[in-house]
T-cell receptor, first 116, second 112 residues
Framework: NAGVTQTPKFQVLKTGQSMTLQCAQD?????MSWYRQDPGMGLRLIHY???????DQGEVPNGYNVSRSTTEDFPLRLLSAAPSQTSVYFC???????????????FGPGTRLTVT | GENVEQHPSTLSVQEGDSAVIKCTYS??????FPWYKQELGKRPQLIID?????GEKKDQRIAVTLNKTAKHFSLHITETQPEDSAVYFC???????????FGTGTRLLVSP
């Protein structure tokens, strides 16, 4: 199994540009999520999905869109990039949502995004 | 909103000492409390977790304790080693199992 994969590893955008961060998992996990990690602020949930066709907002959803058309893929779209979106983005997946059993949430390797 | 507070933000110990990291949570419905370790430039990885029907869980040198009444939980690392140096995050499940809220992290430095 490749686990959770993310592309690209690094990205530089100009303010106002749009782009999609890709996330895929091959473990047949129902639950997938996107976090951003900023210094001193831990991991903050952007959006999550409990299954194909179902998504919901996390703590910091503004400026981001997601969709879940298949179990495997959960792309994150930045609609109009802003310098405040400079961060490291992690995708994660698990068999079931957190709390429904002690199932590990596996993280991808991350995407380091810089918006100038 | 729901939040998780984590202390201390940095912790320096000598090799062989014990380290304790503490977290408090606000949502009384939280029922799942994982701890993640993140080495520099790497992804977070689960090291131990505990559910709300258990007061303590141990795995070799690491243990987690939970006090539901006080809404706090702690990570204990005994006989620390230099390879334990990393950032540790606590988290709590929020709103009926659908998501995790993370603490702000503790940078642990173990000196030889």
């Amino acid at each position: 199994n490749a686990g959770v994969t993310q592309t690209p590893k690094f990205q530089v955008l100009k303010t106002g540009q749009s782009m999609t961060l890709q996330c895929a998992q091959d473990m047949n996990h129902e639950y997938m999520s996107w976090y951003r990690q900023d210094p001193g602020m831990g991991l903050r949930l952007i959006h999550y999905s409990v299954g194909a066709g179902i998504t919901d907002q996390g703590e910091v959803p503004n400026g981001y869109n997601v969709s879940r058309s298949t179990t495997e893929d959960f792309p994150l779209r930045l609609l109009s990039a802003a310098p405040s979106q400079t961060s490291v983005y992690f995708c994660a997946s698990s068999f079931v949502p957190p709390g429904r059993g002690s199932y590990e949430q596996y993280f991808g390797p991350g995407t380091r995004l810089t918006v100038t | 909103g729901e939040n998780v507070e984590q202390h201390p933000s940095t912790l320096s110990v000598q090799e062989g000492d014990s380290a304790v990291i503490k977290c408090t949570y606000s949502d009384s419905a939280s029922n799942y409390f994982p701890w993640y370790k993140q080495e520099l430039g790497k992804r977070p990885q689960l090291i131990i977790d505990i559910r709300s029907n258990v007061g303590e869980k141990k795995d070799q040198r690491i243990a987690v304790t939970l006090n539901k009444t006080a809404k706090h939980f702690s990570l204990h690392i005994t006989e620390t080693q230099p390879e334990d140096s990393a950032v540790y995050f606590c988290a709590a499940s929020i709103r009926g199992f659908q998501k995790l809220v993370f603490g702000t992290g503790t940078r642990l430095l173990v000196s030889p």
